[in-house]
């Protein structure tokens, strides 16, 4: 596939965001097509979470311009966006109901575009996951609790996937396999946002790295530069 | 003389709550009227009417008195139509030296226990109410009774008299329930009573308690099942709120009957044209006990608290609502009380007209003689 | 500083008051002024909501009554002997609800509360629908008589006063201190070795105990312990009390009880409309108001210094 | 097993310790023992149980069997304050603080327990100020020596952590236990946790559960890897990361990392 | 005392106690999925009963317009119409308290009970004026044998029950019941996920308060429809929540039902702890089952 032939999927222009009086997001720009994976970069507190939420209207103040394939969605209720966008969210720390159980959790969001994985399928790449079907989600472990934020917006036909630290307080044989998965999406044609703050992981997946500052794109750096530029980048990620 | 120029009168009554269309606005209203009918004032003095609502709480009836005595220069006070209010407010006056003429309250306490030289009990109180009813239902068969109480002082009052008289005439008191002040649902006490066996079910309640005590009793068909009801402390505007069907035949025993002559008709009707209903025995006796009072007032020439009480206490009462009336010194006010039933729909010549005279209870035998009071202001 | 200007503006209008307005009814803000704040410090300070704290102010009322009228105790003696009374059984309230949290606390303690009702409705010394009635005001150390309504003031304002500053030494303590730091993170104090419960035990013992000393105080005053001052509708005011003045400020409650207590009293002849109006500042104040009248002045003067 | 042979320098230990939740069991008969002065980590895959075993030595969770024996005591049935107050610490895998406490006073309530006032409601605050310069000194030694007036809230996350590890450490803790310590941190602040850890561990003991293997190998002493809720190795850094079924389980490959 | 006044009592007892139960349906629907503690639910209950009273009697006498709205299209009007002020209050008021502490949303609803309760006692007796529209269909009694009891509350016994058990299916039995807990738990992830959880909650808010004025007009025939006639029953109702676990949707009907005939019993056998008796109950559930009968420890 050739993700840089295939149509805009995203354009993020000049985008703004406040969490009441303060602002974070200071004119971000950013563009995707579909099928590509790309990652944001940045240090603690630089907007990268920003960045996703302002996507999904969970700041609570935004401007400038978000278009999903063609849709202007800036002013649209949150509630919606994901059905217009075929969008799936896993959040920064997980984001597990802790009053429903492992089955409500992965049967919450509502399906948004057909095509999504079944139950099964889902259980099957989750293995663990399975044993714990009537679990309530707050007895689940950390990195079950990550497992399961994932498996559940596979359910829904997202084809636009906003994933935030999804490897965060994952052991090592986790972190592979979660890397395979992310792999797998890619060649069935999923568009992906990662925030990463493990680079080692996020590196070979994606096809563009933006670094993030301030609420600014201050780095667009390919894959294909990316030893080229290695340089620039830890000293945007590091002191 | 007066003190701070004016005679001021505080009806504290139950504004809001089970009494209020029994004597609440419409003891105001009397009050107005009594003022009126004796010119406005006294001896060139203005004449006041305050008037509060005491929630039936004891506490709000007294601090609302203790500040109309200390700050606002209330003389007299009257209405009081709940028995724990009038005992706290009459103990309360006694200690302040005020008169209290209570016409709504019913309990004996009032005038034996708990009596006070400044307290009058003006209407009926529960040693009057079972004399006429009582006796009447028990030579009538009802032997055994049970009885359903309003628990407080009242009604436990009320309670001991009816039972003192049933067992007096050869009765028996089978059992009792006591059910808060203000209770909805009369369903479980009333099957209790039906299940104890009683020939009478005595409802030692009185207002809105009794409206739906009645009602209930009509509900659950046990009437129809063998067992009589007896109300006894019942108003004319609890038979009109009933209506005849259900209330038909009811006795009990009353000290006012509005349409008994031309004169308490009179004043009834324009009671009516004010209040958009008829008197009942205690606001037609807030009308009579201000009235006297005032008298007093202008024939002593004062409101010195002693003075006026005495006058009272030598005065005879006669005006619409009382005939030949005595403040005895215990505080009670002995006139004549009639036994009533209410009519059938089919005798009703009106709205208003609910009740048929059936005796007239003497004075002497409605209230306790001086001979047996207990108060120690007698003996 | 702030403080201690407002608690000499405090003094002075206390000292003063009897002469310009009803002494008995001054008396009577200042018992529910005593009582807010000792509610105050359980939910502004140590974060828990109490649906139950009329029993202490009802029960101390009926105990402080029953002794001063039918074993002849001198009002301070009766006064202490309500007092005592609220402390015991603060102490076992405490025990049975600190357990629990949050909503659960306010349901425990509304339940206990009902059980006190209900023996204030049925034991036979309480007078039940009566009331305990006629409970004598007696003379202060022997000389000083209270029926006067002079002495009788000055006696409650001392009360209030040593209850204010029982109150206030408790929030500015060490002990205090830790109250604070449980509400802030329940979890971290317990790990830092703060058993937590023994402490939330303490602060509910001691407002139970001053809450019953203002019940305490208004059986003297209006010389009755009723049912009203038992009944959650009496828990719920003193809620309303704290919130207008403002939650969680040491003067707070003492406003909130003017306001509420001032307004009842001047609106009473609207009947009903009292109660529409109480909602209805009650509503503003949770809406927009949520400081309180002290919480929102101590905000502007706080801004205006930044 | 050379348990029996380490026996009088452990000061924390754990005898067949198990934690059944409703038919799953979670921990099963664990013995571990924890050697006075190091630093003792607790790694393992997902669910493998490590949290709940921390929350047992913690007394947030009771264990269904077994016993914990903490410098010479049963504390298998003691209360979460009680075995705070004989030294045994925990803090938080989310950071924990009094928000709206300045660092100064965080620090200080930690202080304050050992003055035996806390609960005196009848003396003045003042009597705390004598804890101040205590205070700062602890504030110093973990860098935040200029916020001591500075809200909790207000510190960036890594100051948090670090204000929260200067309040465990003013109770002068034995024996200190961290949760995942480093979660959610950018690389810097993972450095100037896993210093201050390096610095504040002297002559204490640390138990710590932790993904982040270049913490782990730079810091600990001792490693215990768990696995469905048993013990699958122990030993060094060295010892564990070459052993062949914590690759598989843990890892997820066969050869050495 | 003989097994009729036993069973006539307990069926006294149920008729309370499906008031109990409907009553803590509504609060445990509110409760459970919106962690809101709904004080004015008793002030809701009233004001269904006094919508049905009005618009049966006072029509003509306060508006002029001379139709008469009979009982049982009140129980379909009253319902939408109390659901429509519950709408009101939580998209006005409410909704900008969820992310506060719990209390406030309890004191915001005690302010508006304090404000129905003084609306309405301006105009009515607190002590209760009767609802004449019962229907005639219904005004009968059975005769059961051990008792006679009126056909309305036989009528009022099983119709609450088929709605106690619907709401329960619907909520349980559908996946409308964990989305509303997710929304209410989450409720930025749960839109993000593409639930209206505004939507959701202002309906459910209202489904709440609607069951309370279904309970008014059912309770308007058989007891008087006073001003105070919620105030003292919410304190109870609380304790049944309470009782059957919070948020327990099972546990608030059958506990609703159970100490109505708990109730019904105390009454015959020690009466003056009647109105007390829940209480000690719930000291009791409390103190043993911290989390109550139904309910699942957090
Ligand atoms: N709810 C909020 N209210 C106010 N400020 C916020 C809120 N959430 C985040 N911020 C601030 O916004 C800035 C950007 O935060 P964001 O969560 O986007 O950072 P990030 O790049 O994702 O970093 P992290 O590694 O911490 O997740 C930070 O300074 C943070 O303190
Ligand atoms: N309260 C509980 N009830 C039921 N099961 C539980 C409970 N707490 C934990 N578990 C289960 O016990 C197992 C161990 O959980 P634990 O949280 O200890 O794992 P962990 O090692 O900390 O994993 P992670 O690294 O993912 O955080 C998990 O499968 C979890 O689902
Ligand atoms: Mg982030
Ligand atoms: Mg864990």
Redesign the pocket.
């Known amino acids: 596939m050739q993700p840089d032939q295939n149509p805009e999927l995203l354009r993020i222009e000049n985008l703004h965001a406040w969490y009441g009086e303060s602002h974070i997001l200071h004119g971000l720009n950013l563009t995707l097509r579909e099928g590509e994976v790309i990652t944001l970069l940045g240090r603690n507190g630089s907007g990268r979470t920003t960045t996703l939420k302002a996507i999904l209207g969970l700041v609570s103040k935004r401007t400038g311009s978000i278009k999903i394939h063609g849709t202007e969605i800036i002013n649209m209720p949150t509630h919606r966006i994901a059905h217009v966008g075929k969008l799936g969210y896993c959040p920064e720390e997980r984001g597990i109901f802790a009053s429903l159980n492992v089955d409500e959790n992965l049967e919450l969001p509502p399906v948004v575009a057909k095509g999504g994985l079944s139950v099964d399928e889902i259980y099957s790449m989750f293995p663990?996951l399975k044993?714990?079907r009537k679990?309530?989600g707050?007895?689940?472990?950390?990195?079950?609790?990550?497992m399961l934020a994932i498996a559940r917006i596979l359910r829904t036909g997202a084809t636009l996937l906003l994933l935030d630290e999804i490897t965060e307080?994952?052991?090592p044989v986790i972190l592979k396999s979660l890397g395979n998965v992310i792999r797998k999406l890619r060649e069935r044609g999923f568009t992906i946002i990662l925030v990463e703050q493990n680079f080692r992981f996020a590196a070979p997946l994606a096809d563009r790295h933006y670094v993030i500052e301030h609420g600014q794109v201050v780095e667009q750096i390919d894959a294909a530069d990316l030893e080229a530029k290695k340089e620039q980048l830890n000293r945007h990620l590091s002191v | 003389d007066l003190s701070d120029d004016k005679v001021k009168i505080g009806v504290l009554s139950d504004m809001s709550g089970v009494y209020k269309s029994l004597e609440g606005p419409g003891a105001v209203i009397a009050a107005k009227m009594a003022i009126e009918d004796f010119g406005g004032s006294v001896m060139g003095k203005p004449i006041e009417v305050i008037s509060a609502d005491h929630q039936n709480k004891p506490d709000i009836g007294a601090s609302t008195a203790r500040e109309w005595i200390d700050a606002k220069e209330v003389d007299m006070i009257t209405a009081l139509d709940n028995s724990s209010v009038a005992l706290s407010v009459q103990g309360l006056a006694k200690d302040k030296k005020i008169i209290t003429m209570n016409t709504g309250a019913g309990s004996t306490a009032l005038t034996e226990e708990q009596c006070s030289p400044y307290g009058i009990h003006y209407v009926y109180d529960t040693h009057a109410l079972p004399v006429g009813t009582a006796t009447a239902m028990v030579k009538n068969g009802g032997k055994k009774w049970f009885f359903i109480t309003a628990d407080y002082a009242f009604g436990h009052s009320l309670r001991d008299n009816t039972g003192a008289v049933v067992e007096s005439m050869g009765g028996e008191v089978v059992g009792n329930v006591n059910a808060p002040l203000s209770t909805n649902d009369f369903s479980s006490y009333l099957l209790q009573a039906q299940s104890s066996g009683a020939d009478v079910i005595g409802l030692a309640n009185a207002g809105q308690d009794t409206v739906n005590a009645i009602k209930q009793a009509n509900q659950f068909r046990i009437v129809q099942s063998g067992q009589k009801l007896a109300g006894m402390l019942v108003f004319l505007t609890d038979v009109h709120s009933m209506g005849l069907d259900i209330a038909q035949g009811l006795q009990f025993t009353t000290a006012f009957v509005w349409n008994q002559n031309d004169e308490t008709k009179a004043w009834s009707n324009r009671f009516n044209e004010r209040h958009g209903a008829m008197p009942t025995m205690v606001q037609a006796g807030v009308y009579s006990a201000v009235t006297n009072y005032l008298n007093a007032v202008k024939e002593t020439g004062t409101d010195d608290t002693d003075t006026v009480r005495a006058k009272l206490g030598e005065m005879t009462l006669n005006d619409m609502f009382v005939k030949g009336g005595k403040i005895a010194p215990n505080g009670s006010m002995l006139h004549d009380m009639y036994l009533v039933e209410v009519k059938k729909p089919s005798e009703s010549k009106g709205e208003w007209d609910l009740l048929n005279v059936i005796s007239k209870i003497p004075a002497d035998q409605a209230y306790i003689s001086m001979a047996d009071t207990k108060c120690s202001l007698v003996n | 500083m702030t403080n201690r200007i407002l608690f000499i503006l405090m003094l002075i209008a206390g000292l003063t008051a009897p002469f310009f307005a009803y002494p008995v009814f001054v008396m009577d803000l200042l018992c529910f002024a005593l009582f807010a704040c000792a509610f105050n410090l359980l939910l502004g300070y140590a974060g828990l909501l109490s649906f139950g704290h009329a029993a202490f102010f009802g029960g101390a009322a009926y105990i402080t009554g029953y002794v001063t009228k039918e074993w002849g105790f001198s009002p301070l003696l009766g006064i202490l002997a309500g007092t005592g009374f609220t402390m015991v059984l603060g102490s076992i309230f405490g025990f049975l609800a600190i357990r629990r949290q949050g909503i659960y606390f306010a349901m425990v303690t509304l339940a206990l509360a009902q059980i006190i009702y209900f023996l204030a409705l049925q034991m036979p010394f309480t007078g039940g629908e009566n009331g305990l009635q006629g409970i004598p005001r007696g003379e202060l150390f022997g000389f000083i008589d209270l029926n006067n309504s002079l002495a009788m003031y000055y006696f409650v304002f001392a009360i209030f006063l040593i209850g204010f500053g029982i109150i206030y030494r408790t929030i500015y303590s060490p002990f205090g201190v830790v109250l604070e730091a449980i509400r802030e993170n329940e979890s971290r104090a317990l790990s830092l070795g703060y058993d937590v419960d023994h402490f939330k035990l303490l602060a509910f013992i001691i407002s139970a105990t001053i809450a019953g000393l203002a019940g305490a105080t208004k059986a003297i005053v209006f010389q009755f312990a009723a049912l009203t001052n038992a009944h959650w509708q009496t828990s719920g005011e003193v809620i309303l009390m704290t919130l207008v003045g403002g939650l969680g400020t040491v003067f707070g409650p003492v406003v909130g009880a003017i306001t509420v207590g001032a307004l009842s009293h001047e609106l009473s002849a609207f009947g009903s409309w009292v109660q529409v109006i109480l909602g209805t500042i009650f509503v503003v104040c949770v809406m927009v108001f949520r400081r309180g009248i002290v919480g929102e002045i101590q905000r502007l003067t706080t801004r205006k210094q930044d | 097993m050379t348990d029996h042979a380490r026996e009088p320098a452990a000061i924390l230990k754990t005898h067949g310790l198990t934690k059944d939740?409703?038919g799953?069991t979670?921990?099963k008969d664990i013995n571990l023992s924890v050697q006075t002065g190091s630093i003792h980590a607790l790694i393992?895959?997902?669910?493998?149980?490590?949290?709940?075993?921390?929350?047992l030595l913690t007394k947030f969770?009771t264990p269904t069997s077994g016993k914990i024996i903490y410098d010479g005591r049963d504390i298998t049935h003691a209360k979460p304050a009680g075995i705070a107050q004989h030294g045994l610490v925990r803090s938080f895998q989310i950071s924990a603080v009094f928000p709206h406490l300045t660092s100064r006073e965080n620090v200080r309530i930690a202080l304050q327990r050992k003055l035996h006032v806390s609960y005196h409601f009848w003396r003045p605050l003042q009597i705390l100020d004598q804890l101040n310069e205590k205070a700062q000194a602890t504030l110093e030694q973990v860098g935040l020596g200029k916020f001591g007036d500075v809200k909790a809230v207000e510190l960036p996350y890594g100051q948090k952590r670090a204000l929260e590890i200067a309040t465990t450490i003013a109770l002068e803790p034995k024996l200190m236990l961290l949760d995942?310590p480093t979660q959610g941190m950018s690389a810097e602040d993972v450095s100037t946790v896993t210093d201050l850890i390096k610095r504040v561990v002297e002559g204490r003991t640390i138990v710590m559960?932790e993904?982040n293997l270049n913490v782990v190998s730079t810091l600990a002493d001792q490693i215990t890897v768990?696995n469905r809720?048993e013990i699958l190795a122990e030993g060094n850094y060295d010892e564990v990361s070459k052993n062949p079924e914590v690759m598989e389980a843990y890892m997820g490959t066969t050869d050495a990392a | 005392m003989s097994m009729q006044v036993i069973l006539a009592q307990a069926l006294l007892g149920l008729n309370v106690g499906v008031f109990y139960a409907m009553l803590s349906l509504g609060l445990a629907v509110i409760f459970g999925l919106l962690n809101i503690i709904n004080f004015a639910h008793g002030a809701m209950y009233m004001l269904g009963a006094f919508i049905a009273l009005i618009g049966y009697s006072f029509l003509e006498q306060w508006f002029g317009v001379s139709v008469q709205i009979g009982f049982w299209a009140s129980l379909i009007l009253v319902p939408l119409l109390v659901g429509l002020l519950g709408v009101l209050i939580e998209r006005l008021l409410l909704r900008r308290l969820y992310n506060l502490d719990h209390i406030y949303g309890l004191l915001l609803t005690f302010g508006i009970t304090l404000i129905l309760q003084g609306l309405f006692s301006n105009y009515f007796n607190v002590s209760g004026t009767p609802y004449p529209g019962q229907p005639e269909s219904l005004s009968g009694v059975v005769d059961l044998g051990f008792m006679y009891f009126p056909t309305y509350r036989l009528f009022a016994i099983v119709f609450s029950l088929v709605v106690c058990f619907a709401t329960w299916f619907f909520i349980e039995h559908t996946k409308l019941g964990s989305r509303l807990r997710a929304g209410v738990e989450n409720p930025d992830l749960t839109q993000a996920f593409g639930l209206n959880v505004p939507l959701m909650i202002t309906l459910t808010f209202a489904f709440g308060a609607g069951l309370a004025g279904l309970a008014g007009v059912l309770a308007a025939p058989i007891y008087s429809v006073s001003p105070l006639m919620g105030a003292d029953l919410i304190i109870v109702v609380f304790a049944v929540v309470v009782i059957g676990g919070m948020g327990s949707i099972m546990g608030a009907i059958l506990s609703g039902l159970a100490l109505g005939l708990i109730e019904g019993l105390t009454k015959v056998f020690y009466p003056p702890a009647a109105s007390t008796v829940i209480f000690f109950l719930m000291v009791l559930v409390l103190l043993f089952r911290p989390a109550g009968l139904f309910g699942k420890e957090k």
């Not at chain 4, 895959?45 to 929350?55: D, L, Q, S, V």
Request: net charge positive.
């Open positions: 663990n044993e714990r679990s309530q707050s007895k689940l472990s950390g990195g079950e609790q990550q307080g994952l052991a | 939740f409703k799953f979670a921990i393992g895959p997902n669910g493998a149980g490590k949290t709940t075993f921390f929350n969770l995942e559960v993904h768990l809720g």
